[in-house]
């Protein structure tokens, strides 16, 4: 498992590699996609707790949604071999904003 930001991550799927977006959350965005100094400390907290969630080796119940989102990537909620929802527990830090996926997402610059 490979660890993109707080909202992506790079998984095994049925032995191939596949990007996979966490379904019903936004996180901020890292490096020079984030708008401002803000955004980016924010993202890269979020990538931060993403990697503690989800370590190298973890093993984790991947629930597809339907289809994929508009960049191709896999649509799906993370339940952590704890039983806790990854996008819960994100929110839950304040590191990230529920989205579903339409509309405008949530600004992180003050």
Request: hydrophobic share 40%; proline share 5%.
């Amino acid at each position: 498992m490979r660890i993109i930001d707080g909202d992506t991550v790079d998984m095994a799927i049925a032995g191939l590699v596949q990007r996979v977006r966490v379904h019903g959350i936004d996180a901020p965005e890292t490096g020079a996609r984030a708008l401002c100094g803000q955004e980016k400390a924010l993202g890269e907290a979020a990538k931060r707790a993403a990697s503690e969630l989800l370590p190298a080796g973890a093993v984790v119940d991947l629930q597809r949604a339907p289809g994929r989102d508009r960049y191709g990537r896999v649509l799906a909620r993370l339940v952590l071999p704890d039983g806790r929802d990854f996008a819960g527990e994100m929110l839950r830090r304040g590191l990230a904003a529920p989205y579903n996926g339409r509309g405008s997402k949530q600004g992180w610059c003050r």
